[in-house]
């Protein structure tokens, strides 16, 4: 069995720490901590340790030419819907395109290193909590209040997921970052 890990870009530090506070006075669901708060591009379930090196490189290649944009967090929403809520995120304002076309490109970095991303259609969002299929509507509309300042992104990290155990968050250690073009 391989290992867990994803390509993600993370908003600066005070982006996340400014969504955590605005988030912790609002109780009633376990909230994403700062520290894993990220927009994953791509997702791979399980990469052998043979296809690690050519994952890196793969991804290095794929995104070195892209240049930095402008991005920014507003809107919300829940997946797969507000009304039975798996996921409840916040969404992308600016860069959504962006980050699409980034998106593409590590998951082909992953295929042609020969480690298939999942099959999920991309959508660019934050998560923000897991409720377990509940009604998120409320959430929404609280989290619709939300905006954060622009921000370039300018690098994407390779990063290793643990599973913790039932119940607790995965551990996230990133193995590789990659800048974009300035």
């Known amino acids: 069995m391989g290992t ?9 530090e005070d982006i996340r ?5 605005f988030l912790s006075v609002r109780p009633g669901l376990t909230w994403t901590g700062p520290e894993q708060m ?11 340790d043979r296809s690690l090196e050519p994952l890196e490189e793969n991804l290095e290649s794929a995104v070195r030419s892209v240049e930095s944009f402008p991005c920014g967090l507003h809107g919300a929403g829940a997946f797969p819907h507000p009304d039975s809520a798996a996921v409840v995120w916040l969404g992308v ?3 959504a395109e962006d980050l699409t076309r980034l998106a593409r490109k590590a998951r082909g970095a992953g295929n042609r290193a020969g480690v298939v ?11 923000l909590a897991r409720p377990g299929r509940t009604n998120a509507t409320r959430w929404i509309r609280v989290l619709e209040t ?4 622009i921000w370039t992104v300018d690098e994407v990290h390779l ?3 643990t599973l913790q155990g039932y119940g607790h968050r995965p551990r996230h250690r990133t193995v590789k970052t990659v800048p974009l073009t300035p």
Request: no cysteine; net charge negative; charged share 20%.
């Open 4 to 12: 867990r890990m994803f390509v993600a870009v993370y908003p600066p």
């Open 17 to 21: 720490e400014e969504l955590a506070d």
């Open 38 to 48: 990220h927009l994953t591009l791509a997702f791979f379930g399980s990469v052998p």
């Open 93 to 95: 304002e600016d860069g």
């Open 117 to 127: 991303p999942d099959g999920k259609a991309f959508h660019p969002h934050l998560t």
């Open 146 to 149: 939300f905006t954060s300042r």
């Open 159 to 161: 990063v290793e997921s």
